[in-house]
């Protein structure tokens, strides 16, 4: 392994693929970034339901997302990798008066920033999912350019192009320290050696306290389990009762979604019991209470088998709201962070600000709502679309 570089960046997943992509497209191609799995893309990269949406409550992360997408939508001839990016739209359902209000503001403030939302009422939004049950909904909103895209794609895509610009990728090797000097990063210590390094990056998802603590950093994220089930249609997919596009339903006020995956539905939701933790087995007898939801939403789902079902960890921060920049302790010590269960679609945009802002370079956004060191501060307005 080298025994130093510019920038070490822990973890690859696909935050770590896109600063390390983004690095090297500004000229810093010293780059290693150490994944402690065998392949990268094990952590919650892997586990995620791939889901891509303009549609957010604040103004910080909604910019993250126009920037973001306009990358997916050209990744295979910018990047140079295949993500099967099917853009059918995302479809929020809303049953309380409440959600109705919230998504109101919220649609407004999205078509500010010029995002084309529709606002529906029950019956409209019903002719746009084949199967979908809208009993109880007020309305509803719909983004055509939402989607969804392959996480696996992305990473490797971002990882290889990264690669192929000097970059260079070891799994296999843990970070098991960080070390200092003046108040500042020296080098990383891992399970193949030492790296001198003036630059480290945090880039490790639902672990990020972990590895923020090798540095002496409190990185305020904690990992919380959402489980995916994934049910199979007996037979040929009946077009009649599901819908023959990758639509993504959130049936917001219950957190349900479900969307087309191959012959089948993906569908999941949260469990507001869960507390942190690092453990991902699957809890069975939590399907019951999924499947009373998804029933009502997709009857079809009351006669299909559950093929499989896996549980990966949100890495949440106290406001929803990403963690993304230089950590305030430590000069050399960036972070992107507690992405909250919507990281994946936000990392093309994410990638490329943190690289920019090891590079010195501005960023061309306001990264006050990102910024590492807003938890001592006055509380900023967090995100209310978490799903
Ligand atoms: C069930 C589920 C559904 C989701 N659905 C969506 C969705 O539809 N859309 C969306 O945008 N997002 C979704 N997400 C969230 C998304 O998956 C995450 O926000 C995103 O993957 C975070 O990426 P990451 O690279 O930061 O973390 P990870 O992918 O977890 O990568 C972190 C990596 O760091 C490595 N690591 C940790 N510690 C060390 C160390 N000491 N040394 C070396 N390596 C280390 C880990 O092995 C891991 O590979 C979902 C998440 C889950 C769990």
């Known amino acids: 392994m080298k025994s130093a570089a510019d920038v070490v960046i822990v973890g690859g997943g696909c935050m770590g693929a896109s600063v390390a992509y983004h690095l090297t497209r500004r000229g810093i191609t010293n780059v290693?970034?150490?994944e402690r799995e065998t392949l990268l893309g094990a952590g919650s990269t892997g586990r995620n339901a791939g889901g891509v949406r303009h549609q957010f409550s604040t103004e910080a992360n909604i910019r993250l997302s126009i920037e973001s997408i306009r990358l997916l939508e050209r990744f295979a001839d910018e990047v140079g990798h295949s993500i099967?990016?099917?853009?059918?739209?995302y479809?929020?359902?809303l049953s309380s008066d409440r959600s109705v209000e919230v998504f109101q503001k919220n649609v407004a403030l999205q078509r500010s920033l010029g995002v084309d939302v529709q606002w529906l009422d029950a019956a409209a939004a019903g002719?746009?999912?084949?199967?979908?049950?809208?009993?109880?909904?007020?309305?509803?909103?719909?983004?055509a350019r939402d989607g969804i895209a392959d996480p696996n794609g992305v990473t490797m895509g971002f990882a290889k192009a990264a690669q192929a610009a000097g970059a260079t990728i070891e799994r296999d090797v843990e970070v098991t320290g960080i070390r200092t000097r003046d108040g500042r990063v020296v080098a990383v210590e891992a399970t193949r050696g030492r790296v001198e390094t003036p630059v480290v990056v945090n880039a490790a998802g639902p672990w990020a306290r972990q590895v923020g603590r090798l540095a002496g950093v409190d990185v305020p994220v904690d990992p919380i389990r959402r489980h995916i089930f994934i049910a199979a249609l007996d037979g040929a997919p009946d077009t009649a009762r599901v819908p023959s596009t990758h639509i993504m339903v959130i049936d917001f006020d219950t957190t349900f979604y479900f969307h087309r995956e191959g012959a089948g539905v993906?569908?999941?939701?949260?469990?507001?019991?869960e507390t942190p933790t690092y453990d991902t087995t699957v809890q069975w007898d939590f399907l019951p209470q999924v499947i009373e939801v998804a029933v009502q939403r997709l009857p079809a789902l009351a006669a299909a088998s559950i093929s499989h079902a896996w549980a990966g960890l949100y890495e949440m921060s106290p406001d929803a709201n990403p963690i993304?920049?230089?950590?305030?302790s430590l000069e050399g010590f960036f972070l992107i962070n507690g992405f909250s269960g919507?990281?994946?679609?936000?990392s093309p945009a994410a990638g490329r600000i943190l690289a920019d802002l090891i590079a010195g370079r501005?960023?061309?956004i306001d990264t006050t709502p990102f910024s590492p060191a807003r938890f001592s501060a006055a509380p900023i307005a967090g995100e209310r679309y978490v799903v």
């Open 91 to 93: 479809l929020f359902l």
């Open 127 to 143: 002719r746009l999912a084949t199967g979908l049950d809208v009993a109880g909904v007020a309305a509803a909103t719909f983004c």
């Open 324 to 328: 993304i920049g230089p950590a305030p």
């Open 266 to 273: 993906l569908f999941g939701m949260g469990d507001p019991r």
């Open 342 to 346: 919507h990281g994946f679609q936000h």
């Open 362 to 364: 501005d960023p061309g």
């Open 32 to 34: 290693l970034l150490l």
């Open 84 to 89: 099967d990016f099917h853009q059918d739209g």
